[in-house]
């Protein structure tokens, strides 16, 4: 692990990756206007748009740079393959492997289907999973139930998950979450979420509104 880029480097991606993010990937509604929501009577000022980056070679490359900073120094290895339901995920785990070979890091992913294909094999999980453990890879945490569906799947086929799960943004606000600010309320609590940015770093409090 010694090509891991130095901290002034990951502070230098971190600030361009949230650009970007601040510029191209949150659509918000015109003032007075709202969005219609994902839950039922609910409606949005604003929504994350991350694909808007993940198909992007240099917002791939900055992130899975920063990505393997994180690992390197909180957990010590990549003894583990990535998955994720798709299709948030799909882009990170074709790119996320790509990029880290570069600096010498070996990974390997496969996706996770939202619904079980209907002929043929018939087959919930597409490319070809190993016995590592599972990193579960989102675009985002506490924002709905995909990271929760790709676990269960994951228990279904009798897969290990590891126990950190990444996104690049973690919906909390610290002032409101503040005892569980690195988990996903739809995961077991065993599992960590590790993330790049919060809902603090863009000046945005959650915004789902019911009727």
């Not at 650009?19 to 839950?39: T, V, W």
């Not at 808007?52 to 393959?81: C, P």
């Not at 190993?130 to 989102?138: A, F, K, S």
Request: charged share 25%; aromatic share 12%.
């Amino acid at each position: 692990m010694d090509n891991i880029i130095t901290d002034s480097k990951y502070e230098l991606l971190r600030e361009q990756v949230h650009e970007f993010i601040q510029d191209h990937c949150i659509i918000r509604a015109e003032p007075g206007r709202y969005m219609e929501g994902k839950l039922e009577g609910s409606r949005y000022t604003w929504a994350f748009y991350l694909r808007n980056g993940l198909y992007r070679t240099d917002f791939m490359s900055a992130i899975t740079q920063m990505w393997m900073k994180r690992v390197a120094e909180e957990i010590g290895h990549f003894d583990f393959q990535l998955s994720g339901l798709e299709t948030a995920a799909t882009p990170m785990i074709v790119g996320m492997p790509i990029y880290a070979q570069a600096f010498g890091i070996k990974l390997s992913g496969f996706s996770i289907r939202k619904e079980q294909k209907k002929y043929a094999m018939k087959n919930w999980l597409e490319g070809g999973a190993t016995e590592q453990p599972v990193m579960l890879l989102d675009d985002l945490s506490n924002s709905g139930n995909s990271l929760r569906k790709a676990y269960d799947i994951l228990e279904w086929h009798s897969m290990e998950t590891f126990t950190t799960a990444f996104t690049l943004v973690n919906k909390i606000n610290h002032n409101v979450h503040k005892s569980n600010r690195d988990k996903d309320f739809m995961l077991p609590d065993n599992i960590k979420i590790m993330s790049l940015f919060n809902l603090d770093d863009f000046d945005l409090v959650g915004n789902v509104e019911l009727h």
